[in-house]
């Protein structure tokens, strides 16, 4: 177990040093200066914050540096606004963001495994067809367009539930709701689907042969081992909405570290885009690789492959 965490612990540094060398250079490729915005009017201005943030020296000076700050653990400060540093920015942000993400990573966890059971084990077919439909929604419809009927149905027409910032409880279930519905979608088939293969298992069939109660069976035997598409995909589901909620927080103006992203895009903040990105992305690589770790220590031949 100790060689394949160090293997996957090496796979995540090479995968994330690769992420911090494309960041830099795209940023370098994209057309403009990142100092012409409007903090920086005068020409003497412009040629003084070149010099500061050494954007005069040969650009693969400013890789070395930039990867040495990386390795210091600064991801620099932003162009745009003075005294704002990246790190900064994310202590400020990501709790917001980690927080709406935690809440819905549990809803789709929850009720994606309860409609993928029943729709596995249920002899009702309306039962069946009505978790793969809502299923079906959660796949087909784009979170933007699904947050945009929430806030005109529940929000503008009904007035039942609010939709700006989460400064309340109730802020957070048009939201949650929004970002949680992909990822149930997802596991309700991953579950059925899995429940379904091992209900067909030898062991199965011995447990309920030997008058174990059914229930029992679904709950030790069959949902146990139904379990390892799920894990395999909760990891990476769990990163995305910690990391993915860019259109969901800008749609509802949470102020979460997506919204500002989002911002920073449209501001050309290169330094904030570069140090969010990499900071996103080592979430990913980190939760991927936790997921590594839970399916190999729930299925001991992972580890051998």
Known sequence: ?????????????????ALSTATFFLMKATPGSPINGERFKSQAARELAIKRYGLDKPVLEQYVMYLGN???????????????????TIKNTFPVTARLGSIAFVVALTVGITLGTCAALSKQRWINSLCMFIATIGVSVPSFLLAMFMIILFGVKLRLLPFVGLNSASNYILPVICLSMYPISMICRLTRSSMLEVMKQDYIILARSKGTPYKMVVIRHALKNA??????YAGPAFAFMLTGSFVIETVFSIP???????TNISNRDYQMIMGLTIFLGALIITFNLITDIIAATIDPRIKLK
Do not use: H
């Open 227 to 232: 379990m390892l598409p799920v894990v395999t």
């Open 1 to 17: 177990m100790l060689k394949y965490i160090l293997k996957r612990v090496l796979v995540g540094f090479v995968t994330l040093f």
């Open 70 to 88: 990386i390795a210091k653990g600064d991801l620099g400060e932003s162009y745009i606004k003075e005294g704002v540093y990246v790190g900064e």
């Open 256 to 262: 979460g570290i997506g919204k500002q992203f989002v």
